[in-house]
């Protein structure tokens, strides 16, 4: 089974902006693992924020946009709020299975 | 908008089963198709499987095939997990999910524990 990797951590300052990223052990991630990015707080379930690379839900904040970068998934936070400080993970589509990356804790401080 | 409401969790022994159970609002549930996430106590999610509309489709994640079984029963709105051979390290919140990930329930706690 592959196996999805996240950055573990990421302090960021209210107002800034940062990446995070997804890889996959089978190679460079492509639009065809249709990548989905969560965010989930404690005590929640999860929310999804992107799908399918770069798709918003209608809930989704205009600030967080997704892509494709070298060869990862990306999840881009233009403008941290403090309340973007969660757990974010994303998940690839393997032939119909998915797998979830380890997670990145994102801080806003 | 969809709300999902898990059931059937619990304190299950070792090697002992257990059968999950998962609702759906609204009158299209035979529409869409349907998933099961878990989470262990703080940790990362974990796809388990998935379901098509009719059935007719079903994957596995490997660390649970051959030992757990999904199925759905569209008149009744429902969707379940059958867990058998139950590991500790199985202890999680398990959700379901519908296909696309948009709509997620609560979860239900499965606690694998002599």
């Known amino acids: 089974q592959a196996v999805v990797t996240q950055e573990p951590s990421l302090t960021v300052s209210p107002g800034g902006t940062f990446t995070l990223t997804c890889g996959s052990s089978?190679?460079?991630?492509?639009?065809?693992?249709?990548p989905y990015w969560f965010q989930q707080k404690p005590g929640q379930a999860p929310r999804t924020l992107i799908d399918d690379t770069s798709n918003k839900q209608s809930w989704t904040p205009a600030r967080f946009s997704g892509s494709l970068l070298g060869g990862k998934a990306a999840l881009t936070v233009s403008g941290a709020q403090p309340e973007d400080e969660a757990e974010y993970y994303c998940?690839?589509?393997?032939?119909?299975?998915?797998?979830f990356g380890g997670g990145t804790k994102v801080t806003v401080l | 908008e969809v709300q999902l409401v898990e059931s059937g969790g619990g304190l299950v022994q070792p090697g002992g089963s257990l059968r999950l159970s998962c609702v759906a609002s609204?009158?299209?549930?035979?529409?869409?198709?349907m998933n099961w996430v878990r989470q262990a106590p703080g940790k990362g999610l974990e796809w388990v499987s998935y379901i098509s509309r009719r059935s007719t489709t079903i994957y596995y994640a490997d660390s649970v095939r051959g030992r757990f079984t999904i199925s759905r029963d569209n008149a009744k709105n429902s969707l379940y997990l059958q867990m058998n051979s139950l590991g500790a390290e199985e202890t999680a919140v398990y959700y379901c999910?519908?296909?696309?990930?948009?709509?997620w329930g609560q979860g239900t706690l499965v606690t694998v524990s002599s």
């Open positions: 998940m690839l589509s393997y032939s119909g299975a998915w797998v």
């Open positions: 089978t190679g460079p991630v492509t639009s065809g693992h249709y």
């Open positions: 999910a519908r296909a696309g990930f948009d709509y």
């Open positions: 609204g009158n299209d549930f035979s529409t869409y198709s």
